[in-house]
């Protein structure tokens, strides 16, 4: 019944890589009007904000280069969404009326329940975030030490970062370092890591942050000038506050067709979409397919045919190690590591040809809608079935 209407209006919430590549692949229809509402006039490049961090790279990209003719950049924070009035109100106050919404909000910064944590540490998940630790190290004399607290893919790059311009960097890993690395894997970034004088503590945490401490599970207290936070996330509330359910984060809970599990009209992509309740890892590997994904299953919608379930392989991961170095994981189709990896210089040009194409599909989804491709074949959940909320009315 919705091919009644001359033009289907799509709103997509949220500029980064799956909203992005989902507005895009909506092109494929001519029939469409397409806008993303996101809080900021430029995109963030989120995986090169430890570059911002440290002054050797830059986080942000202008729309006009990324986004489809015809699609509607409209600079502000969505709300509430009013799925019986097909609706999304904006902080603004401006009300958008829609046919289809692709919930792209993407994931931010969890606030730390450690005591000290929100007041002296700065999470590494925002571009606004990136900006103050960067503006926090032009403060502090070069010997100043640092502590990077996460053990994980940003916590590593932004230790790497900064101890190569001289830095004095501990990172404190929680529990093992990297654990999606193969065992081989993580003991060459272990020892990349030891060679330029980055102190790591595994098996260790920080139960406390003072303005120029860290107190660690032992109860020893680590100097730290600045505390970078680069574990845990969260995303935003708008789901919730918008009655439909959600995960227990906070993610919209949706079938394996990436539709919400109470309306037929609202699909979720990226970081903020929990298919069949089992989310992928957060990267941007995953982001621009479930994209793609999420904008065929709104196409499917408007045709009027059965939206297809999601398939996508995750094949590894790729860390940088500073300017100069890099790992390449290899992996299983389930995301499983394999014990083989490439590392040194070649570790860091596949590193920055994977940041550069991750832009890259972007743009050639901009010029060629419908051109995306990504490994399929990755194993979901036994629940995995087609659509439960039905055919939009």
Known sequence: MSEQHTHHRVLVIGGGYAGTVAANHLRMRPD??????????????????????AGTGEATLDYGTLLGEGIRLIVDTASR????????????????????????????????????????????A???NARTIRS????????????????GPTGIETAAE????????????????????????????????SRHNVTVLEGDVVTEVRPDAVVLGGGAVCP??????????????????????????????TDETLTSIDDSRVVATGDAAAPSGQPLRMCSQAAGALGAQAADTVLSRIAGTQPAVIDQALVGTCVSLGRRAGIRQLAR???????????????????????TFGVGKIRREARKPGSMFWPKGGPRPAQAAPASAGAPS
């Open 333 to 355: 189709k389930d995301d499983t590591a394999v014990n083989l990896y490439i590392g040194g210089r070649m570790g860091a040009r596949i590193k920055e040809m994977t940041c």
């Open 162 to 193: 900064l101890t190569e311009q001289g830095r004095s960097v501990t990172l404190v890993c929680g529990s093992t370092l990297m654990p999606s690395l193969s065992p081989a894997g993580r003991r060459y970034v272990a020892k990349w890591l």
């Open 224 to 253: 730290s000038a600045l505390t970078i936070w680069t574990t845990g996330f969260g995303v935003p509330r708008l789901a919730a506050a918008s009655g439909l359910r959600t995960d227990a984060v906070g993610r919209l809970l």
């Open 32 to 53: 469409i009007d397409i806008a993303v509402v996101n809080p900021r006039p430029h995109f963030v490049d989120r995986v090169r904000l430890h570059q911002l961090v």
């Open 126 to 128: 925002e571009f606004e």
């Open 81 to 124: 969404i009013d799925t019986a009035a097909r609706t999304v109100r904006l902080e603004s106050g401006r009300v958008l009326d829609y046919d289809h919404v692709v919930y792209a909000v993407g994931s931010t910064a969890a606030i730390p329940s450690v005591p000290g944590a929100a007041e002296f540490a700065v999470a590494l």
């Open 136 to 151: 926090r190290l032009e403060e502090l004399s070069p010997d100043a030490p640092i502590t990077v607290v996460g053990g």
